[in-house]
């Protein structure tokens, strides 16, 4: 059984930043592509980032484009997510997932099978 543990997330003014971490238990963690999704109130669950297992292929929704960094360290079995430059718009319950295999870097949430408990963020303007 996997398990991934969130953590990181708040409350913040807009440009600010934050950083998400999710550790995850189980050696598949080194064998797995890695993503970060998020759901804002009254919308549905988008993609917006994926690192691939050694982190060769990444991948980012265009909203987020040049503000945040997906990264993992494969030794301490945890992914982050560094989001720099926030928008009152990035408000979300974010989550992290681990994907069904790897290489893909898949954007669709259909391809991940194991999923964090969610981390609110919410960014004032």
């Known amino acids: 059984q996997v398990q991934l543990v969130q953590s990181g997330g708040g409350l913040v003014q807009a440009g600010g930043s934050l950083r998400l971490s999710c550790a995850a238990s189980?050696?598949?963690?080194?064998?797995?592509?890695m993503g970060w999704f998020r759901q804002a109130p009254g919308k549905e669950r988008e993609f917006v980032a994926a690192i691939s297992w050694n982190g060769a292929i990444i991948r980012y929704t265009d909203a987020v484009k040049g503000r945040f960094t997906i990264s993992r360290d494969n030794a301490k079995n945890t992914v982050y997510l560094q989001m720099n430059s926030l928008k009152p718009e990035d408000t979300a319950v974010y989550y992290c997932?681990?994907?069904?295999?790897?290489?893909?870097?898949?954007?669709?949430?259909?391809?991940?099978?194991?999923w964090g408990q969610g981390t609110q963020v919410t960014v004032s303007s």
């Open positions: 189980g050696r598949t963690f080194e064998r797995a592509d």
């Open positions: 997932a681990r994907a069904r295999g790897y290489g893909l870097v898949s954007v669709s949430e259909d391809t991940y099978d194991y």
